[in-house]
Protein backbone atom coordinates (compact mmCIF):
# COMPACT_ATOMS: atom_id res chain seq x y z
CA UNK A 1 0.00 0.00 0.00
CA UNK A 2 2.85 2.34 0.93
CA UNK A 3 4.74 1.88 -1.99
CA UNK A 4 1.33 2.30 -4.32
CA UNK A 5 0.99 5.74 -2.15
CA UNK A 6 4.51 6.65 -3.35
CA UNK A 7 3.32 5.74 -6.49
CA UNK A 8 0.46 7.71 -6.98
CA UNK A 9 2.61 10.86 -5.14
CA UNK A 10 5.27 10.60 -7.90
CA UNK A 11 2.63 10.86 -10.07
CA UNK A 12 1.19 13.91 -9.25
CA UNK A 13 4.20 15.23 -8.81
CA UNK A 14 5.42 14.51 -12.42
CA UNK A 15 2.31 15.31 -13.69
CA UNK A 16 2.21 19.45 -11.87
CA UNK A 17 6.15 19.87 -13.07
CA UNK A 18 5.25 19.40 -16.44
CA UNK A 19 2.20 21.31 -16.43
CA UNK A 20 3.92 24.43 -14.71
CA UNK A 21 6.85 23.90 -17.49
CA UNK A 22 4.06 24.12 -20.30
CA UNK A 23 2.69 27.27 -18.72
CA UNK A 24 6.15 29.14 -18.99
CA UNK A 25 7.65 27.46 -21.88
CA UNK A 26 6.90 28.57 -25.53
CA UNK A 27 4.40 26.76 -27.79
CA UNK A 28 6.79 25.64 -30.52
CA UNK A 29 11.00 25.81 -30.97
CA UNK A 30 11.82 27.02 -34.67
CA UNK A 31 15.58 25.99 -35.60
CA UNK A 32 16.42 28.32 -38.77
CA UNK A 33 19.28 29.22 -40.81
CA UNK A 34 19.41 31.64 -43.54
CA UNK A 35 21.27 30.25 -46.53
CA UNK A 36 22.82 31.97 -49.74
CA UNK A 37 20.31 32.99 -51.99
CA UNK A 38 22.34 32.38 -55.24
CA UNK A 39 23.02 29.07 -54.20
CA UNK A 40 19.05 28.96 -54.91
CA UNK A 41 19.27 29.96 -58.68
CA UNK A 42 17.96 26.34 -59.46
CA UNK A 43 15.61 25.76 -56.64
CA UNK A 44 15.81 21.62 -56.79
CA UNK A 45 19.72 21.67 -56.94
CA UNK A 46 19.67 24.16 -54.23
CA UNK A 47 17.26 22.07 -52.08
CA UNK A 48 18.62 18.98 -52.83
CA UNK A 49 22.40 19.93 -52.06
CA UNK A 50 21.47 21.14 -48.67
CA UNK A 51 19.58 18.13 -47.76
CA UNK A 52 22.36 15.70 -48.72
CA UNK A 53 24.54 17.47 -46.28
CA UNK A 54 20.80 17.29 -43.83
CA UNK A 55 21.02 13.36 -44.07
CA UNK A 56 24.39 13.09 -43.27
CA UNK A 57 24.50 14.99 -40.19
CA UNK A 58 21.19 13.52 -39.21
CA UNK A 59 23.10 9.62 -39.72
CA UNK A 60 25.84 11.29 -37.45
CA UNK A 61 23.49 12.14 -34.63
CA UNK A 62 21.34 8.88 -34.67
CA UNK A 63 18.61 10.47 -36.27
CA UNK A 64 17.06 9.44 -39.83
CA UNK A 65 16.26 12.10 -42.79
CA UNK A 66 13.52 11.03 -45.56
CA UNK A 67 13.16 12.88 -48.33
CA UNK A 68 9.36 14.18 -49.51
CA UNK A 69 8.97 17.28 -51.47
CA UNK A 70 6.06 19.19 -51.64
CA UNK A 71 5.25 22.62 -52.10
CA UNK A 72 2.76 24.69 -50.72
CA UNK A 73 1.29 27.38 -52.32
CA UNK A 74 3.22 31.01 -52.51
CA UNK A 75 2.23 33.72 -50.08
CA UNK A 76 2.51 37.79 -50.36
CA UNK A 77 4.03 39.47 -47.32
CA UNK A 78 4.65 42.59 -46.31
CA UNK A 79 5.86 44.75 -43.01
CA UNK A 80 4.43 47.72 -42.36
CA UNK A 81 5.82 50.31 -40.23
CA UNK A 82 6.19 54.16 -39.76
CA UNK A 83 8.99 55.97 -41.68
CA UNK A 84 11.42 55.72 -38.78
CA UNK A 85 10.39 52.17 -38.00
CA UNK A 86 9.17 52.99 -34.79
CA UNK A 87 7.51 49.53 -33.89
CA UNK A 88 10.69 48.01 -34.95
CA UNK A 89 12.49 49.99 -32.24
CA UNK A 90 10.20 48.89 -29.60
CA UNK A 91 10.54 45.13 -30.71
CA UNK A 92 7.53 44.91 -32.69
CA UNK A 93 7.05 43.63 -36.27
CA UNK A 94 3.90 44.21 -38.24
CA UNK A 95 2.96 41.69 -40.51
CA UNK A 96 0.82 41.17 -43.51
CA UNK A 97 0.65 37.63 -45.05
CA UNK A 98 -1.51 37.34 -47.80
CA UNK A 99 -2.39 33.77 -49.42
CA UNK A 100 -5.46 32.73 -52.32
CA UNK A 101 -6.99 36.27 -51.80
CA UNK A 102 -7.19 35.72 -47.59
CA UNK A 103 -5.08 37.86 -45.64
CA UNK A 104 -4.31 37.55 -42.08
CA UNK A 105 -2.34 40.31 -39.98
CA UNK A 106 -0.31 39.42 -37.10
CA UNK A 107 1.57 41.49 -34.57
CA UNK A 108 5.06 40.05 -32.96
CA UNK A 109 6.88 40.71 -30.36
CA UNK A 110 10.65 39.76 -30.20
CA UNK A 111 13.10 39.63 -27.28
CA UNK A 112 16.42 37.50 -25.91
CA UNK A 113 14.86 36.78 -22.69
CA UNK A 114 11.57 34.60 -22.66
CA UNK A 115 10.27 36.89 -19.56
CA UNK A 116 9.69 40.02 -21.48
CA UNK A 117 8.61 37.93 -24.50
CA UNK A 118 5.50 36.56 -22.21
CA UNK A 119 4.07 39.93 -20.72
CA UNK A 120 4.23 41.82 -24.52
CA UNK A 121 0.94 43.31 -25.11
CA UNK A 122 0.06 41.44 -28.33
CA UNK A 123 -3.06 40.41 -27.61
CA UNK A 124 -5.71 41.21 -30.74
CA UNK A 125 -9.10 43.21 -29.18
CA UNK A 126 -12.12 41.04 -28.11
CA UNK A 127 -14.04 41.54 -31.71
CA UNK A 128 -10.69 39.97 -33.55
CA UNK A 129 -10.64 36.40 -31.81
CA UNK A 130 -7.61 35.20 -29.06
CA UNK A 131 -5.11 33.59 -31.89
CA UNK A 132 -2.05 34.51 -29.53
CA UNK A 133 1.02 32.17 -29.90
CA UNK A 134 4.80 31.88 -27.93
CA UNK A 135 7.76 30.00 -30.09
CA UNK A 136 11.33 30.74 -29.27
CA UNK A 137 13.61 30.80 -32.82
CA UNK A 138 17.02 28.58 -32.59
CA UNK A 139 19.75 30.47 -34.77
CA UNK A 140 23.93 29.60 -34.13
CA UNK A 141 25.94 32.62 -33.49
CA UNK A 142 30.23 31.34 -32.56
CA UNK A 143 29.03 27.37 -32.75
CA UNK A 144 26.40 27.90 -30.29
CA UNK A 145 23.01 28.18 -30.13
CA UNK A 146 21.01 31.17 -29.44
CA UNK A 147 17.41 31.68 -28.26
CA UNK A 148 15.05 34.62 -29.68
CA UNK A 149 11.81 34.66 -27.85
CA UNK A 150 8.07 35.71 -29.28
CA UNK A 151 5.18 36.55 -28.63
CA UNK A 152 2.32 36.80 -31.43
CA UNK A 153 -1.26 38.07 -32.06
CA UNK A 154 -2.89 36.48 -35.14
CA UNK A 155 -6.30 38.50 -36.68
CA UNK A 156 -7.89 36.96 -39.97
CA UNK A 157 -10.81 39.03 -40.36
CA UNK A 158 -9.27 42.75 -39.83
CA UNK A 159 -11.05 45.23 -42.17
CA UNK A 160 -7.88 47.14 -43.98
CA UNK A 161 -4.63 47.16 -42.95
CA UNK A 162 -4.16 50.04 -40.54
CA UNK A 163 -2.71 53.72 -41.64
CA UNK A 164 -1.42 54.97 -38.22
CA UNK A 165 -0.99 53.69 -34.58
CA UNK A 166 -4.01 54.82 -33.13
CA UNK A 167 -5.62 52.35 -36.10
CA UNK A 168 -3.24 49.69 -35.18
CA UNK A 169 -4.64 50.11 -31.76
CA UNK A 170 -8.07 49.55 -32.43
CA UNK A 171 -7.10 45.57 -33.54
CA UNK A 172 -4.34 46.00 -30.68
CA UNK A 173 -5.57 47.84 -27.71
CA UNK A 174 -2.41 46.65 -25.49
CA UNK A 175 0.13 48.59 -28.02
CA UNK A 176 -0.96 51.76 -25.82
CA UNK A 177 1.38 50.62 -23.63
CA UNK A 178 4.44 50.70 -25.91
CA UNK A 179 4.08 54.74 -25.77
CA UNK A 180 4.24 54.96 -29.63
CA UNK A 181 3.15 58.58 -30.82
CA UNK A 182 -0.91 57.63 -32.05
CA UNK A 183 -0.37 60.07 -34.62
CA UNK A 184 2.63 57.86 -36.57
CA UNK A 185 1.55 56.79 -39.90
CA UNK A 186 2.11 53.31 -41.17
CA UNK A 187 3.43 52.40 -44.59
CA UNK A 188 5.40 49.00 -46.08
CA UNK A 189 8.53 49.00 -45.19
CA UNK A 190 11.52 50.10 -47.80
CA UNK A 191 8.50 49.34 -50.12
CA UNK A 192 9.47 45.78 -50.51
CA UNK A 193 6.63 43.37 -51.13
CA UNK A 194 7.94 39.70 -50.58
CA UNK A 195 6.69 36.94 -52.30
CA UNK A 196 7.72 33.66 -50.36
CA UNK A 197 8.05 30.27 -52.63
CA UNK A 198 7.43 27.38 -49.74
CA UNK A 199 8.98 23.77 -50.27
CA UNK A 200 8.36 20.75 -47.77
CA UNK A 201 11.84 18.61 -48.58
CA UNK A 202 10.90 15.91 -46.14
CA UNK A 203 10.88 15.07 -42.52
CA UNK A 204 13.60 13.99 -39.66
CA UNK A 205 13.05 11.87 -37.18
CA UNK A 206 13.87 12.66 -33.95
CA UNK A 207 13.13 9.69 -32.07
CA UNK A 208 9.51 10.86 -30.97
CA UNK A 209 8.17 12.78 -33.51
CA UNK A 210 8.96 12.76 -37.29
CA UNK A 211 9.21 17.18 -37.75
CA UNK A 212 8.42 17.91 -41.11
CA UNK A 213 11.43 20.23 -42.81
CA UNK A 214 11.09 23.65 -44.59
CA UNK A 215 12.74 25.28 -47.73
CA UNK A 216 10.98 29.44 -47.49
CA UNK A 217 12.66 31.28 -51.05
CA UNK A 218 11.70 35.11 -50.72
CA UNK A 219 11.68 37.14 -53.74
CA UNK A 220 10.71 40.34 -54.23
CA UNK A 221 7.85 41.12 -55.72
CA UNK A 222 8.34 41.34 -59.87
CA UNK A 223 11.55 39.32 -59.42
CA UNK A 224 12.90 35.98 -60.02
CA UNK A 225 16.04 35.60 -58.25
CA UNK A 226 15.20 35.00 -54.78
CA UNK A 227 16.85 37.59 -52.06
CA UNK A 228 17.30 35.06 -49.76
CA UNK A 229 16.52 31.42 -48.67
CA UNK A 230 15.86 29.52 -45.43
CA UNK A 231 15.92 26.02 -44.02
CA UNK A 232 13.85 25.71 -40.64
CA UNK A 233 11.81 22.68 -38.97
CA UNK A 234 9.11 23.12 -35.99
CA UNK A 235 8.83 21.25 -32.95
CA UNK A 236 5.78 21.48 -30.51
CA UNK A 237 6.46 22.01 -26.64
CA UNK A 238 4.15 18.80 -25.87
CA UNK A 239 6.53 16.73 -27.92
CA UNK A 240 9.44 17.19 -25.08
CA UNK A 241 7.04 17.30 -22.35
CA UNK A 242 6.06 14.06 -22.94
CA UNK A 243 9.90 13.00 -21.88
CA UNK A 244 9.57 15.41 -18.74
CA UNK A 245 13.24 16.10 -19.64
CA UNK A 246 15.69 18.14 -21.63
CA UNK A 247 18.25 15.10 -23.10
CA UNK A 248 15.80 15.08 -26.42
CA UNK A 249 16.32 19.13 -26.67
CA UNK A 250 20.10 18.68 -26.21
CA UNK A 251 20.93 16.51 -28.84
CA UNK A 252 18.54 18.24 -31.67
CA UNK A 253 20.61 21.22 -30.72
CA UNK A 254 23.64 19.67 -30.90
CA UNK A 255 22.77 18.24 -34.50
CA UNK A 256 21.63 21.91 -35.69
CA UNK A 257 24.64 23.37 -34.54
CA UNK A 258 26.60 20.81 -36.37
CA UNK A 259 24.29 21.60 -39.33
CA UNK A 260 25.58 25.11 -39.33
CA UNK A 261 28.70 24.15 -38.89
CA UNK A 262 29.48 21.63 -41.73
CA UNK A 263 27.42 23.75 -43.89
CA UNK A 264 29.91 26.72 -44.09
CA UNK A 265 29.74 27.11 -47.78
CA UNK A 266 25.76 27.09 -47.65
CA UNK A 267 24.94 29.49 -45.03
CA UNK A 268 24.13 33.34 -45.52
CA UNK A 269 26.01 36.15 -43.15
CA UNK A 270 22.80 37.66 -42.70
CA UNK A 271 20.69 36.07 -39.44
CA UNK A 272 16.59 37.04 -40.06
CA UNK A 273 14.52 37.38 -43.50
CA UNK A 274 12.74 40.14 -41.30
CA UNK A 275 16.29 41.91 -40.69
CA UNK A 276 16.94 42.01 -44.44
CA UNK A 277 13.54 43.90 -45.17
CA UNK A 278 14.60 46.35 -42.28
CA UNK A 279 17.93 46.81 -43.78
CA UNK A 280 17.18 46.38 -47.96
CA UNK A 281 17.95 49.41 -49.93
CA UNK A 282 15.71 50.02 -52.75
CA UNK A 283 16.42 52.27 -56.09
CA UNK A 284 14.15 55.01 -54.81
Known amino acids: MKKLLLSVLFLLLSCSAAMAQSSTLPDSREYKV ?29 FTAKKTVKSSPNREIRFIDSPDFDLNKKGFLLRIRTEKDKSEMTLKFRASDLESAIIAPVEPAKQ ?18 VSIFSKSGKIKNFKRVPDTVKDLQK ?41 KTLFSLWYVKGESTPMVAEFSFKIKTDAYLKRVSNRSQNLIDNFFVDLVRRGKLFISPQQTKTGMIYQYQTDD
Not at 180 to 207: A, C, M, P, W, Y
Open 34 to 62: LLKAENFASIRKGCELFWELIEKVATDHG
Open 171 to 211: YYPGLAKANINESFKLTTVNNIVVIEQRILHGTIDFGFDKT
Open 128 to 145: YGDDVSSEVDIVVKAATP
